[in-house]
């Protein structure tokens, strides 16, 4: 099932990471049942939309994620320090694979949410789809802010955190990102019922 | 002096990541260029198509694929009984954690309403009158107006709305209101009846009311609505440029104008309220029963009444009139201000949507010397002047 993106994060206490330092499995099973869902879309968004591919890369970031928290200081924000695992994860994954995998040429996206005969319900799903599409083809530099503002809710400092840059140039991105997806989705603005 | 173009900060913008003094030089920039509201419309429209990125769920299975691959080897000596009395102790923390984000939140708030204009989920009230209820709560001096919740004024109460931090809008007695919608790329109020007068200072398009019979959005204004209990609307506008949409039917209003709107029917077409008395109701009669003999008529002393300023009026009745009275409108229309060369008389009778926008283009100027996009008047010198009078082509 599909959820709309939410600017909510959850928190995760420094007691939760102090016992995740430790091993403990039932500590690491809570911090994963917070951020799977987010790690996992970004995971499916970052791979062209394949989902077995994308299961793989969010296994393997959890397992990272695992070890590495030893390592957490408390020196960032610890969503911060999370995500750039992620971005870094996405990022290798890219460069394993040499190309993106174009989107939807692997496994169609399956949709499980209500699918309301209305049109705009319809005309809503649809324009969902296109805008995955849509975010699929830009160029990483231009997705992964994207991807970090919709999916994670990340404020502009935090996402120049993640990715290592300045806030400078994460609006610079996030314009050029905004402007790609109104050129590449303009066919759909007279199709007014999906934001009536 | 005209400031520096503010493209790169649009997403900033509209995402509330500048100051609040960069935000309001921002606004008053894209007001008047013309050149950075083109890219705002753009950069605000993939905004939206980026809010409709669904977050999707992970499968079950994946935690299962987790612990296998961890391996025994990993499992530390740390047993559920010693866990549970640390889970109670996290679950605590997390309460006073979260107590703590909601009390900094509250004051952040407080200290720097503006830098946060765009994450609440509602909207400042302030009580000006009388006893003013959001839902069946009367509010204090102050109250919250969130979304899908009604603000509602009897007949001696009155209260003020900030519309986030781009403005405010002035609730008359005896009105209802509801807030629809909060958001980087619009806000949205309903106004079912009564009357409200607002006060917007941000770029084009922000900021929409909904009535009944017609959606007013703004284009940098102040301005005043009314709807009355059978949903009919009137909109007067005493600065800047108001359009009045249902469908495909729009109205461009500017300073110095009105417009009524009827249920099912949509915006009527807009005046200016210094215009004579028998042409206004003249113009009633044309929207009411155009097709008419009565209709005609009243074209016929339409005309008669028009002034240079009423190409307003003019400009919007050659779409409004039956096909046969529009050559007498592009006439009259044409003796007042020639079209631009690019544009034909066939091609306007025929009702091009190019050759009308380009009329209209040059025509701005005239209804609103300060006018979109025109402070330092381009517009205005970009008319061209009538030489000797105009003659109507046969």
């Given at each position: 099932?599909?959820?709309?993106?939410?600017?909510?994060?959850?928190?995760?206490d420094?007691?939760?990471?102090?016992?995740?330092q430790?091993?403990d499995?039932?500590?690491?099973?809570?911090?994963?049942?917070?951020?799977?869902?987010?790690?996992?879309?970004?995971?499916?968004y970052?791979?062209?939309?394949?989902?077995?591919?994308?299961?793989?890369?969010?296994?393997?970031?959890?397992?990272k994620?695992?070890t590495?928290?030893?390592?957490?200081?408390?020196?960032?924000q610890?969503t911060?320090?999370?995500?750039r695992?992620?971005?870094?994860?996405?990022?290798?994954e890219r460069?394993?694979?040499?190309?993106?995998?174009?989107?939807?040429?692997i496994?169609?996206?399956k949709?499980?949410?209500?699918?309301?005969?209305q049109?705009?319900q319809?005309?809503?799903?649809e324009?969902?789809?296109?805008?995955?599409?849509?975010?699929?083809?830009?160029?990483?530099?231009?997705?992964?802010?994207?991807?970090l503002?919709?999916?994670?809710?990340?404020?502009?400092?935090?996402?120049?955190s993640v990715?290592?840059?300045?806030?400078?140039?994460?609006a610079?991105?996030?314009?050029?990102?905004h402007?790609?997806?109104?050129?590449?989705?303009?066919?759909?603005n007279?199709?007014?019922?999906?934001?009536d | 002096?005209?400031?520096?173009?503010?493209?790169?900060?649009?997403s900033?913008?509209?995402?509330?990541e500048?100051?609040?003094?960069?935000?309001?030089?921002?606004?008053e920039?894209?007001?008047?260029?013309a050149k950075?509201?083109g890219e705002?419309?753009?950069?605000?429209?993939?905004?939206?198509?980026?809010?409709?990125?669904?977050?999707?769920?992970?499968?079950e299975s994946?935690?299962?694929?987790?612990?296998?691959r961890?391996?025994?080897?990993?499992?530390?000596?740390?047993?559920?009984?010693?866990?549970?009395p640390?889970l109670v102790?996290v679950?605590?923390?997390?309460?006073?954690?979260?107590?703590?984000?909601?009390?900094?939140?509250?004051?952040?708030?407080s200290?720097?309403?503006?830098?946060?204009?765009?994450?609440?989920?509602?909207?400042?009230?302030?009580?000006?009158d009388?006893?003013?209820?959001?839902?069946?709560?009367?509010?204090?001096?102050?109250?919250?107006?969130?979304?899908?919740?009604?603000?509602?004024?009897?007949?001696?109460s009155r209260?003020?709305?900030?519309?986030s931090?781009?403005g405010?809008?002035?609730?008359?007695?005896?009105?209802?209101?509801r807030?629809?919608?909060?958001?980087?790329?619009?806000?949205?109020l309903?106004?079912?009846?009564g009357?409200m007068?607002?006060?917007?200072?941000?770029p084009?398009?922000?900021?929409?009311v909904?009535t009944?019979?017609?959606?007013?959005?703004?284009?940098?204004?102040?301005y005043?609505?009314e709807?009355?209990?059978h949903?009919?609307?009137?909109?007067?506008?005493?600065?800047?440029?108001?359009?009045?949409?249902l469908?495909?039917?729009e109205?461009?209003?500017?300073a110095?104008?009105?417009?009524?709107?009827r249920?099912g029917?949509?915006?009527?077409?807009?005046?200016?309220?210094?215009?004579?008395?028998?042409?206004?109701?003249?113009l009633?009669?044309?929207?009411?029963q155009?097709n008419?003999?009565a209709?005609?008529?009243?074209?016929?002393?339409?005309?008669?009444e028009a002034?240079?300023r009423?190409?307003?009026?003019?400009?919007?009745?050659?779409a409004?009139?039956?096909?046969?009275?529009r050559?007498?409108?592009?006439?009259?229309?044409?003796g007042?201000?020639?079209?631009?060369p690019?544009?034909?008389?066939?091609?306007?009778?025929?009702l091009?949507?190019f050759?009308?926008?380009?009329?209209?283009?040059?025509?701005?100027?005239h209804?609103n010397?300060?006018?979109?996009?025109?402070k330092?008047?381009?517009?205005?010198?970009?008319?061209?002047?009538?030489k000797?009078?105009?003659?109507?082509?046969?």
């Amino acid at each position: 099932m599909e959820q709309r993106a939410v600017m909510v994060q959850q928190p995760i206490d420094g007691n939760v990471i102090e016992a995740c330092q430790q091993g403990d499995r039932d500590a690491f099973q809570l911090l994963f049942e917070t951020y799977k869902d987010k790690v996992f879309s970004i995971a499916v968004y970052s791979v062209g939309g394949d989902r077995a591919l994308a299961d793989d890369v969010t296994q393997q970031i959890f397992l990272k994620l695992f070890t590495a928290i030893r390592d957490f200081r408390g020196d960032s924000q610890f969503t911060t320090w999370l995500y750039r695992l992620v971005v870094n994860a996405c990022i290798d994954e890219r460069r394993r694979r040499k190309r993106w995998l174009p989107w939807g040429e692997i496994v169609a996206m399956k949709h499980t949410g209500d699918r309301k005969p209305q049109e705009k319900q319809f005309a809503r799903v649809e324009v969902a789809e296109a805008v995955r599409e849509a975010i699929a083809e830009l160029k990483p530099k231009f997705r992964l802010p994207i991807l970090l503002k919709y999916i994670e809710g990340l404020s502009y400092e935090e996402i120049a955190s993640v990715m290592n840059c300045s806030k400078g140039t994460v609006a610079s991105r996030l314009n050029r990102g905004h402007s790609q997806l109104a050129k590449r989705l303009a066919h759909l603005n007279n199709a007014s019922t999906w934001n009536d | 002096m005209f400031s520096k173009h503010v493209t790169k900060d649009i997403s900033a913008y509209c995402h509330g990541e500048l100051s609040p003094e960069a935000a309001r030089q921002f606004a008053e920039h894209i007001i008047a260029c013309a050149k950075c509201r083109g890219e705002f419309e753009e950069i605000k429209q993939g905004i939206k198509f980026a809010e409709q990125l669904p977050q999707l769920e992970a499968p079950e299975s994946l935690w299962k694929g987790i612990e296998a691959r961890l391996g025994e080897e990993r499992r530390v000596d740390v047993s559920r009984r010693a866990w549970r009395p640390r889970l109670v102790a996290v679950a605590v923390a997390l309460v006073v954690v979260a107590g703590l984000g909601l009390w900094r939140l509250w004051e952040k708030t407080s200290q720097n309403h503006l830098s946060n204009q765009f994450a609440q989920q509602w909207w400042q009230v302030q009580r000006l009158d009388g006893a003013p209820r959001i839902g069946s709560q009367q509010i204090g001096t102050t109250g919250r107006l969130g979304i899908g919740e009604w603000l509602e004024t009897d007949g001696s109460s009155r209260a003020q709305i900030a519309v986030s931090s781009i403005g405010t809008v002035d609730i008359d007695e005896n009105t209802r209101v509801r807030l629809l919608e909060t958001a980087p790329t619009e806000h949205r109020l309903e106004l079912e009846r009564g009357k409200m007068s607002a006060m917007i200072w941000a770029p084009p398009r922000l900021f929409f009311v909904d009535t009944p019979s017609a959606v007013a959005a703004d284009l940098g204004c102040a301005y005043t609505l009314e709807v009355d209990d059978h949903g009919a609307g009137r909109l007067r506008v005493t600065s800047g440029w108001v359009a009045l949409q249902l469908k495909e039917r729009e109205s461009i209003v500017p300073a110095g104008a009105a417009c009524e709107t009827r249920p099912g029917v949509g915006p009527g077409t807009p005046y200016f309220e210094d215009a004579s008395k028998s042409f206004q109701s003249a113009l009633k009669e044309i929207d009411l029963q155009q097709n008419s003999a009565a209709g005609k008529q009243a074209l016929n002393a339409l005309l008669n009444e028009a002034r240079w300023r009423d190409t307003l009026t003019l400009w919007h009745l050659l779409a409004r009139v039956p096909h046969d009275d529009r050559a007498l409108v592009y006439d009259k229309l044409a003796g007042f201000v020639a079209p631009p060369p690019d544009v034909t008389r066939e091609g306007v009778l025929q009702l091009n949507n190019f050759m009308l926008a380009r009329w209209k283009s040059v025509l701005e100027a005239h209804w609103n010397p300060i006018g979109i996009g025109d402070k330092k008047g381009l517009l205005k010198k970009s008319l061209v002047p009538l030489k000797k009078p105009y003659v109507p082509e046969r």
